[in-house]
């Protein structure tokens, strides 16, 4: 199965890369840009049969070592 | 508005960092994994009050800043 994991800051951390994104389409003439963030999307393919075991299974991978609590929100998508 | 846009390298293409997530994550004990890729996540808040027109607004940013379409694909998604 293929699970799809949205990585991206906290509301309340800056985002530097969102920030110069975001100013460099304003200067391309794409005046309606209010606001850019920039995360990660990783997909990860599980020989996992179980969806539930899947999804505890992508939890902890994303507490453990894709995502920093500290800064980063997740979220899991499984197909 | 709301657009996420979700960039991905193309099948054929190589994705070094995803193999060493994949390896970070075997190394940690999770052996079901099979497959990792790494792309980009990109939230970007417009004032168009246009679906249509934001999306061919979208459809240019990725073009002509976002994504690289020699080795990546891009998918837009209006909420």
Chains 1, 2 share one sequence.
Request: negative net charge; proline residues 1%; glycine residues 6%.
């Amino acid at each position: 199965m293929l699970a799809k994991i949205y990585i991206t800051l906290k509301k309340d951390v800056l985002d530097p890369q969102g920030s110069v994104i975001a100013n460099s389409l304003k200067s391309l003439g794409f005046n309606n840009v209010e606001d850019v963030r920039q995360g990660k999307f990783i997909e990860i393919k599980l020989n996992n049969k179980d969806k539930d075991d899947a999804q505890k299974q992508l939890g902890e991978m994303c507490e453990k070592l894709l995502a920093n609590l500290v800064i980063e929100d997740y979220k899991i998508e499984i197909e």
